[in-house]
């Protein structure tokens, strides 16, 4: 690993008790472990949204621009939530 930067932070008294509980059940070693899973753990989550975008709805919108009338219409939509609820709700 590279050479640590510190840094300094304030943490909710909730938070801060999540990381000792961390700690406490053996599960990190220290305190800057648990916040170096919690970085990672974002960072993979804000590439994940970053890939949704970039290959499931930036192509999505393109297609609509191109063909608007591809689209389902909001009342379609809107039955189709109704007709599942109530196929839900009845079993």
Not at 10 to 22: F, G, R, T
Not at 48 to 77: F, G, H, Q
């Amino acid at each position: 690993m590279s050479a640590a930067a510190k840094r300094t932070v304030s943490l909710p008294a909730e938070q801060a008790a999540y990381i000792d509980a961390k700690v406490a059940a053996g599960d990190y070693a220290s305190a800057s472990e648990v916040v170096r899973a919690g970085l990672r753990a974002l960072k993979e989550r804000d590439a994940a949204v970053e890939r949704w975008l970039v290959e499931e709805v930036a192509p999505t919108y393109d297609a609509m621009v191109t063909d608007p009338d591809s689209a389902i219409s909001l009342d379609d939509v809107h039955a189709a939530i109704l007709a599942h609820h109530a196929a839900r709700s009845a079993k």
